[in-house]
């Protein structure tokens, strides 16, 4: 079965915006509270983006901060990445992630290795 599916990606141009949505099963968004978004540009290693918690407090690599915003809809069981003012330097595969909310998590919640549960991803291309 699909525990998150991500959708939301598309082609733009620099300056414009897009909202990725990950929908996930009940069963990975209640055990799995704590939530992120990773990217991975072709050809590079993967890199956390943003992050939220149970409670909704959200973290964020220093290249979105002010320009993305991750938030949670618990009523949909789906997670959201509000991305404004993108940049040729923001394309790549995004992928959501879902992982168990411990204190490993906190420490370091965009590190790709401290999530464990993960999406296909969804492509964000943004041109010149």
């Known amino acids: 079965q699909v525990q998150l599916r991500e959708s939301g990606g598309d082609s733009v141009h620099a300056g414009g915006s897009l909202r990725l949505s990950c929908e996930a099963d009940g069963h990975t968004y209640s055990n799995k509270a704590c939530m992120a978004w990773f990217r991975q540009p072709r050809g590079k290693e993967r890199e956390g983006v943003a992050a939220?918690?149970?409670?909704?407090?959200?973290f964020y690599a220093d290249s979105v901060e002010g320009r993305f915003t991750i938030s949670r809809d618990n009523s949909k069981n789906t997670l959201y990445l509000q991305m404004s003012s993108l940049q040729p330097e923001d394309t790549a595969m995004y992928y959501c992630a879902a992982a168990t909310c411990t204190t490993r998590w906190y420490i370091s919640s965009l590190n790709p290795s401290f999530s464990d549960t993960w999406g296909q991803g969804t492509q964000v291309t943004v041109s010149s």
């Open positions: 939220i918690d149970r409670g909704g407090r959200g």
